[in-house]
């Protein structure tokens, strides 16, 4: 059976750090481009970072950029975003999603999504 699941969420302070993860199962993870996305109270879905397969490219949303690193394990079927410098409006529920063609920070283009980890950064 295929899954995504997230974990890492949680309640930090502005400035400080979270390292979420991403665990697949029933995939090779190795196929898919990734990527992670989030949506925030009253808005849209909105790419966060990608990582293709093969050469693990990356790409960020501007608002991310300098803050945010995402990367990937294929051996241990996990993808990672790593926050640093939170502020509160990254406050969002952040999702997982795995793609079968290119890694893009548009969420329609993806495949196979996770449920999701809520992340509150407090002022």
């Known amino acids: 059976q295929v899954q995504l699941v997230e974990s890492g969420g949680g309640l930090v302070q502005s400035g400080g750090s979270l390292r979420l993860s991403c665990a697949a199962s029933g995939f090779t993870l190795a196929y898919y481009g990734a990527g992670w996305f989030r949506q925030a109270p009253g808005k849209e879905r909105e790419g966060v970072s990608s990582i293709s397969t093969g050469a693990h490219e990356t790409n960020y949303a501007d608002s991310v950029k300098g803050r945010f690193t995402i990367s990937r394990d294929d051996d241990k079927e996990k993808v990672y975003l790593q926050m640093n410098n939170l502020k509160p409006e990254d406050t969002a529920v952040y999702y997982c999603?795995?793609?079968?063609?290119?890694?893009?920070?548009?969420?329609?283009?993806?495949?196979?999504w996770g449920q999701g980890t809520q992340v509150t950064v407090s002022s």
């Open positions: 999603a795995l793609v079968v063609t290119e890694a893009t920070l548009n969420p329609s283009d993806y495949d196979y």
